[in-house]
């Protein structure tokens, strides 16, 4: 089983990842600051990190670098989700570590599908479809190149 933190002061944002991703059987932690979700990194190693870049208490950025120092946690796959835009913010992302970038707004599916390819865990079937690849839904900006 999948197990995902998300790291995210944004409950609404929360609830639809924690939907999606029980959707296909994950199981989903959250915290809602970056000291909180480093934290749970360290105490529960998850399988994926989805962090979002602007929070209270030095935002994803500490988060980033707590988690890439930590002999524990440097090893996990982070998908950065945030509503900052543009190359530079991405190419920062991935210069940083992080292994895929979404803007907000974004496809739940394609997070999810994203996720479960980073973590090396197959995507899991909808009743009634084929396992595979999710179909493009909603307003997503899809995920940075890895």
């Not at 959707?23 to 934290?39: F, S």
């Not at 209270?56 to 890439?68: C, E, F, K």
């Amino acid at each position: 089983m999948l197990k995902v933190l998300v790291i995210d002061d944004d409950r609404s944002i929360v609830q639809v990842l924690r939907v999606a991703f029980q959707q296909k059987g994950a199981k989903v932690l959250a915290a809602a600051d970056p000291v909180q979700g480093v934290r749970l990194a360290i105490e529960e190693r998850p399988d994926v990190i989805l962090l979002d870049l602007q929070m209270p208490a030095g935002g994803g950025s500490v988060a980033m670098r707590a988690l890439s120092r930590n002999v524990l946690t440097h090893l996990i796959p982070i998908i950065c989700i945030s509503a900052l835009q543009g190359d530079e913010v991405r190419e920062a992302c991935l210069a940083a570590g992080i292994q895929a970038f979404f803007s907000k707004p974004f496809s739940p599916s394609e997070v999810v599908a994203k996720a479960f390819e980073l973590a090396g865990h197959p995507l899991p079937a909808e009743p009634g479809r084929p396992a595979g690849p999710p179909e493009g839904v909603g307003g997503a900006s899809g995920a940075s190149p890895t």
